[in-house]
């Protein structure tokens, strides 16, 4: 007896569910060859249902044809090679303005109200490969919108605006779930309270939390009572992100943060309107007894139980129009942040956070901090206060875990491989405050820690305003660091660079200049120097081909330290008063 293929469909709305399956036909007696085809054999004179494929979208039906072995040989259309045929269980959400959201057979009768009753809609349908496809128009949404399964919002471009009013301890968007995407769309946020001063409530007196509040998107979060589960392949593709607030900052977030147990992140085409402190945070986050943050770091029972440190991060394409920061990389690993551009007080900040990686997982611990690259950057500078540098990479990191007596533990945690190359700083602006350094490499520890084409501009330069008043700016600062090599650095500053208590550096193609203004200080094109009772004694300090222009100074040797630990060869001195103080080593190639 042989059975016939049965097939279904469910109807919702004007959503079409369904799929066919067949049971193996009873064999006949065999007579002759038999047929094989999609793994199922079928005996000589047999018939039986085929497909002309595997799955189908939702909405449309299987298709099927009936065919006969006839002695080895299948006979009938050879497109249907397939036995069994399902219909895609991805289906989609379609949400609009003006009430005509009731067409895509999925909402009750009354039109979606909000943005959360969408997702609502697609989640409670337990299905995959789920699609809010959100129409043009002004969609506002109170409060933070979480997103807890694998679904894709999807725009018609800046015309599709969500607007969110929050709190300070909430993000716009927070995606908790993998198989995320959000695409061609814009996104407002306008903060009810600031976070810094905090006159309401004192004790919940935060300043970003992270980085995971007041933002556009978070991905993930910092701190949980209990161990997370992978956030992975998560998408922000053509999304503009603005902000309420003007140049108050006090009312300043991140744009974008990656924290916690975070990977497979792809980010692409993104512009940033108005002003955000940061463009793109990527932070640890943890497992920890009390959460969520601030008030977790507060409480005296607050204890790490495992940290986790997003990776695998690669940006494309992020415009802004005014950044306290462009990325702030806090013990994370296999990030790539390329083609940026836009005006920012700060290019990177690169340290291995609190906890460094004393409580990481395996999968995270010995990953840490390495691969890391930032290249194809143009900005322009508008300096800040409290933001005296423009990239800053250290290996240092306090432990608030290891308190004792309230004195921090400080501890190392080394870089490989990390590239920050082709920057260009096309202006400079100070009229609010003064850089101290352009590059800040105070202990910046590892391996291949390199930084290339770099052009600086007039960053350094003016005075920076000390304790004891005015101290000059540095184009590159280097102290307590190990395996570091420039190629390529221009720079017009106080002092061209200071290299301090480290080792194993290698620069090649300085161009360090200096143009005379009135200054209460001495100025210098490059600084060696020994601090007193320094962890790392100078030693194989390279510097090879380049140029110094206009220094009273053009190298400052620590007369204690002598001349042992510097090689300088094949450099160009150009209107240069005096080569080498306080006393001359010679044979460095320094000639007018």
Known sequence: MQRIAACYALVVGSLVLGGCRNDHAAPLPPTSSPCEVGGVELAHGSTRVFFSASEVPAGEVCVQAARTCQNGTLAGDPAFAFTDCTVSDAHTVFLRTGGDDTHHGLSEADAVASLSRALEIAHDQEKRGIVVDIGAGTFPHDGEL????????????????????????????????????????????????????CVENPNTCITGGRGEFGTGVTVGAYLQTEAPLPIERVTLRDLVIGRDGGDDVSYLAAAMTLVGRVSDITISGIELRDRHSTGLIAHWGGWSTVAPAPEALQNPDYALLETYHPHRIDVTGLTF??????????????????????????????????????????????????????????????????????????????????????????????????????????????SQADLHYGIDANGAQGTDIVLRNIVLGAVATGGFPGSNGPVPGVGLHIRNATGLRIDNLQTQADVGVVIRDSDSIRITELQASWSPWTAPFNTFGIVIDQTPAAARPLADIQVAGGQLEGYPTGVRYDADVGCGPLTISMFTAVDIATLEAPISCGAFGLGM
């Open 146 to 197: 979480r997103i807890t399964s694998g679904v894709s919002l999807r725009g018609a471009g800046p015309s599709t605006l969500l607007d969110f009013d929050l709190e300070r301890t909430e993000a716009s968007i927070r995606i908790l779930a993998s198989d995320v995407e959000l695409s061609s769309l814009a996104i407002n946020v306008h903060l009810v309270h600031s976070l810094s001063g």
């Open 321 to 430: 129009e005014r950044l306290d920061a462009i990325t702030a990389l806090s013990s994370t690993y296999d990030v790539r942040l390329q083609n940026l551009s836009g005006r920012t007080s700060r290019i990177a900040l690169l340290l291995p956070g609190d906890e460094v990686d004393v409580y990481a997982t395996e999968e995270d611990r010995g990953n840490i901090n390495k691969n890391l690259t930032i290249s194809d950057v143009e900005v322009d500078i508008s300096a800040r206060p409290g933001r005296p540098e423009l990239v800053r990479i250290t290996a240092n990191g306090t432990s608030k875990i290891d308190d004792t007596n309230g004195t921090p533990v400080v501890r190392t945690l080394p870089y490989e491989q990390v590239t920050i190359e082709d920057v260009t700083v096309l202006s400079v602006d100070t």
